[in-house]
């Protein structure tokens, strides 16, 4: 957030009040707003000021008002009036902690800007986020939380889980003492470097000519306690941090590839930021580039350039800085990249019921960072956004169908996600889909499934393989998807709640029918117990053409399709020659199926269905 978005909110504001038009410019941190004349006309101004402080902080322009409802709705210009300013000066004073005691917030309200603006003059106030171990601040008596464009109540449950974080946060491993560092161990131009950064858009510090001068600064940011450097003062601009640090100072990297993993390896040690670089910039050297047809043939990288920095910046702020090892980054071509962490989950945010009926290993995603402080700064340098935008962006490129399924492993000491490469909604979903269009069709009351319902249908699905392989995937949440298809996709019954599911936390999985792995009760019914006995790629086989013949518009399956299905559902790479061979194995197969009469092929097509009429006992022909 910074003097670009104002620049572009008042050019935008100019067009339209000269053409006495109206579009919706308030968002999540933008607030317009007349100035007000009297005491309780400043109160929703507050509110929308405590919610920007409790999520993700915000701007006010003072001096324009909304008129006007529907299509006559208007911006009206007010101007700034100067008998408001001693209001913008109490902002910091309107709030309180949960017990009504003052707070000290005034760093999160750099010095109003007057701005020219059409025949006169707008306020503007910034307003920055609290650090994560500061929230959440009250406006009498209640705190607000910013969505959208509206302020809401932050629930009890919301404050009780941030008081339990606070106290959490007070014992922060970012913290914790340095054995041996001091001030004369910091390197005065990285420090004199955040300072910049942190003067960008309001000047709040001055460049330091020596680490004495800087000393009060250095205390104030936590970088110092007691006369040692903490690790955030290290991590942020400390020397020699392979001396001081060790692991919790390095990223290792490697290549997962066979006789060329040593040469491939590369360790890199030194502060936080430049580590975030470092990472990122081996990561883009060692996945696969493709060239884009639809962009006019620009190169494109297999995986997003910004989920790769998100995701190394979000492993670099949330990592447990008590363990003493190294984050690794691994890049196995044309698979996967993993990023492995130090640390852990919070157990409040893992949904873990292994031994349902249905097992589950989902992971609720959080804003609360493990190192408030460490993040604060790094937000300064723009390396991270909080409200759990890692998470989120995570699940959403994932339903925007730019990566597949992302999934977490959890060590004792360590967390690794996995980003894989391909698509979300990709052949075999599709292939599974189309296995069950009519049935899917009677559940939407006529309608196929839109792209985005496929999405999200694939989402879960895919979310239930993962789990069943002790594999984590990220809960969707209403932050984090298409909520509109989840309602559909209910109402439709082709997703359900779990049982574990709460008012909170809902979690949805797939109609059962679409799930199911095998048809041998419908088998045997059939034909005989017998079935039991025969070749297991036979009796699945059957099994695709049951679903087919029972679930499909086409009602029957060729060989040819039955293939592709079987081939996908096995994650068959583009390999034609030996996708070839396994075509004419299942074409073998159906020949077989059909000259003992189990299957008999629709007149005038290259369809196969089941034959029930099919004599018993036939199948010790079929032994394998």
Known sequence: MGIEIIEKTLSRLSELIASDHFD?????????????????????????????????????????????????????????????????????????????????????????????????????????????????????????????????????????????????????????????????????????????????????????????????????????KEGQITTLGALVCGKHLSDKLGFRAQVHGYVDVPQEVARDKQDFSDNVLQLMSFSLGYLLRNIQVGISAEQGGISRPQYPEELLRETVNNALAHRDYSINRQVIVAVKPGEYVSIQNPGSFRKHLLIERPDDTIPIRRIIPEAKPRNPKLADVLRVFRKWEGRGIGMATLVNMCLENRIDMPFYHLGTEAVSLFLRNGRLLDERMERLFKSFDRYIIEKLKGNALTETQKLVLSYLIKSEWANELVQYTVLLTPDNNHFGEIKGLEEARLIEKHPASTSNYPIYVADRNLMRKDYLDELRAMFSPGIDSIDPFLKEILGVIYRFNKYSKSNSVSAKEASFYLWAARGGADDIKQFDIFYRKVRHTFNQLKKVGYIRKIEGSHGYVLDSKAANGLFGVLKS
């Not at 001096?63 to 008998?83: A, H, L, N």
């Not at 003492?177 to 910091?186: A, N, Q, R």
């Open 24 to 224: 919706e410019l308030e968002t999540d941190t933008v607030e317009i707003k007349p100035v007000p004349s009297v005491g309780n006309e400043w109160r929703e101004i507050y509110k929308s000021i405590c919610a920007f402080l409790n999520t993700r902080g915000g701007i006010v322009i003072f001096g324009i008002k909304e008129r006007g409802e529907g299509q006559d709705r208007r911006y009206i210009f007010t101007r700034w009036q100067p008998y408001a300013e001693p209001n913008l000066k109490e902002l910091p004073k309107q709030f309180t902690k949960k017990d009504g005691s003052k707070v000290d917030i005034k760093d999160s309200f750099p010095p109003p800007i007057l701005i020219d603006f059409m025949s006169g003059k707008v306020a503007v106030q910034l307003v920055d986020a609290l650090p994560a171990d500061q929230k959440y601040v009250f406006y009498d008596g209640v705190a607000y939380k910013r969505f959208l464009t509206g302020d809401h109540k932050i629930t009890e449950a919301e404050i009780s889980r941030q008081e339990e974080f606070r106290e959490e946060a007070l014992q922060a491993r970012e913290l914790q003492p340095v054995e041996g560092m001091t001030i004369s161990d910091l390197d005065l131009d990285k420090l004199n470097n955040f300072i910049f950064q942190l003067n960008q858009l309001t000047p709040l510090e001055t460049i330091k000519s020596d680490l004495d001068q800087a000393l009060p600064f250095i205390e104030r940011r936590c970088f110092i």
